[in-house]
């Protein structure tokens, strides 16, 4: 059971924020949020990732709701090497160890 | 400091046999993940170890099996090898359990 629902498919265009919607109304209390991408079969790559407040680093920003049921991944200025499949994450509880349940994610395609 | 290195990262083998994938973690890192990707059933957990202890297993078969070293590397195994078990198989590290994972590139398995 992923825990989160995602958009299949999303397009951006190039240099505009794409905004990655995710629904997580089951999440606990003391369960994070993360990001991660994969690029076409490579590993997945950790983006993000945040508890209550909203985060943000040199890769993209996180945007929490207050209720914690939902956030939004940003990519301010998307570019061609941004298309990927994106994934967010409730982390399992900490006293359930470090599991990570992938959905299917939304793949994104920024256009030129 | 180096990424998660995994090999062999191609492999071909028949039904039957068994195969050892190899993973060594980003140094310092004492916890790692192995993950299973497939088109049909996407990312799923396999198993998790820290300090050389089995912390946490998903829902597979006995055919799969993991160990960790002194020195963190871990190795997967899978025996009796089935055409359900091509796939993509990923590791991951963190520096403890609870804490942000890290991607390898992977080891792409066929079975034939």
């Known amino acids: 059971d992923a825990k989160t629902t995602q958009p299949p498919s999303m397009d951006c265009a190039e240099g505009r924020a794409a905004n990655l919607p995710c629904n997580h109304s089951t999440i606990s209390g003391n369960e994070y949020v993360y990001w991660y991408r994969q690029i076409h079969s490579q590993g997945p790559q950790y983006i993000i990732h945040?508890?209550?407040n909203n985060e943000t680093n040199e890769m993209a920003s996180l945007i929490i709701t207050e209720d914690r049921k939902s956030s939004t991944l940003i990519l301010p200025h998307a570019t061609l090497r941004d298309t990927a499949v994106y994934y967010c994450i409730v982390r399992v509880a900490p006293n359930t160890g470090n599991q990570f349940y992938f959905g299917t994610g939304t793949s994104l395609t920024v256009i030129p | 400091k180096a990424g998660v290195t995994q090999t062999p990262r191609y492999l071909i083998k028949t039904r039957g046999q068994q195969v050892t994938l190899s993973c060594s973690p980003i140094?310092?890192?004492?916890?790692v993940s192995w993950y299973q990707q497939t088109p049909g059933q996407g990312l799923q957990f396999l198993f998790e170890y820290f300090s050389e202890t089995q912390r946490n297993k998903g829902n597979f078969p006995g055919r799969f099996s993991g160990r960790q070293f002194s020195n963190s590397r871990s190795e997967m195994n899978v025996s009796t090898l089935e055409l359900g078990d091509s796939a993509l198989y990923l590791c991951?590290?963190?520096?403890?359990?609870?804490?942000?994972?890290?991607f390898g590139p992977g080891t792409r398995l066929l079975v034939l």
């Open positions: 140094s310092g890192h004492r916890s």
């Open positions: 945040g508890l209550k």
């Open positions: 991951a590290s963190s520096f403890r359990l609870e804490e942000t994972q890290y």
